[in-house]
């Protein structure tokens, strides 16, 4: 008996440690070929961080001669990204990853993008790919000269240009998702992953139909009560305290940025025609916005908007698992965009950052002095629908985003001739806002996005609206003191909240929603964005 028993347990004993070296076996293959992607996604991205550079070059400090040289660097520079992503030895660590299984979900996230990715760019020839860099440096060239003349039909070819390389570009790299629903699907999937237009489509109505009887009550009210949101003297944009005023309203952006937490030490804050935020990684973050003399608002809420941005850049995860691999990365532009906003909208145009912001103002400006916290308030959150998407209060923004969703993919579909945007695009804003718009540059080329290939981004822009409306709530219930923090101007515990549990987070969920529904229970839903729009301009104006 004894005997069989010992029989039994050595027989056990030598298939345990079977199955625990095979385990092992298992472990160091899977660890082999992760290391191995590894290697080659970073090597990738340290040029994808060259380029990012070479173009904040472009739109700040390069001198308009050197736009021709800029252009063949970056055809240059794109060609050999394209090949280095998909080359054989890209191929084969690829291969080798496709079914690894690994117990770290952020691991196994960037197995999941590492091979969309490339099969993906693997579907774009390298002249294709170099193509697509030229025109984007030169359509941006292009559209800033127009733009500074209002020359919308010296624009225009170049224009026609850019959305036939981008259908191209769609069709060839997304054929599935193009052929599943419409070719602007494939456009919108490089920026909103899993997103459709049919689905855009439904989220957009339901926030149609809740802002337009919102936006019309509000109109009502200030044809009735003309004084119901008259801005104090000192906060006019024509009072001559403005005058030669961008050189402190600059020192002032930079201030609140350091206070909201953008890290100088590895960023830089310039100037350019279009503020926006680029760089190359987390440890070189840079943003811009613009100043004008008599509007003091446009520089400061650029700047709160892109350091929104940015901390979401710099709070990328930079650990052994994220530091230049997919992961690290925004989930989607919307995801990024909700960030920006969530700090523009739910803080910046709150009561509360105004017990912060306005005492900064007195000190600056010391004509404001007359402004109350309540009078910047109401001044921030004034409605007056304009030309300008970018100055746009909230009940009209997304309005401007509907119109150039609608001509987007109008332009994609064949539907829309390049050469009558400016007609569709006036009659809307006519018809929507009742706006006139007197020109091109304040109508059809205010926007960069277009000129450098952002082609279905612009949906991002609402679509983050409603994501930060749900996360702000959100963080709201986790930090019950969130309002008095804002209030004393400490802004720390919203961001590291938002760091844990957004900007590190990346992209290890396979989708927005379903890291909305990480964070908030639901997936993307107007109804909280609806819902916050109506409680705050119900206040405001007496409805």
Known sequence: MRASLLGMYLVQAVAFGAKRLAQRRGLALRSTAYDALTKELREVARLEEVSGILSYDEQCFMSEGSAASRAAQKEALAGVIHEKRTSARMAEVIDAAR??????????????DAIEGFDVESRKSKDLAEREARLESECFVAWKKAREASDYPAYAPILQDMFALKREVAATTRPDVCAAGEPYDGALDAFER?????????????TREGLEPLLKAVLAKKRDAPDVDALPPALAFDHPGWKGSVEKQAELSKKVAADLGFDFTKGRFDVSTHPFTGGACPTDVRITTRYSDGNWLEGFAGTVHEVGHALYEQGRAGDAVGDGLPVSKALSMGTHESQSLLWERMVLQSKAFWEYAAPLFHEAFPHTKEASPEDFYRAINRVQPGLIRVEADELSYPFHVFLRYDVERALFAGELDVATIPQQWNAYMKERLDVDVPDDASGVLQDIHWSFGAVGYFPSYTLGAIMAAQIFAAAEDALPDLSDQIRRGEFAPLREWLRTEIHE??????SPDDLLRAVTGDGIDPAPFLDYLTAKYGELYGL
Request: hydrophobic share 40%; glycine share 10%; no cysteine.
């Open 99 to 112: 079914g690894l299984k690994l117990d770290d979900a952020r691991e196994n996230a960037n197995v999941r």
């Open 194 to 206: 899993g997103m459709t237009a049919s689905r855009l489509d439904a989220i957009f109505a339901k």
């Open 505 to 510: 987070v990346g992209s290890t969920y396979a």
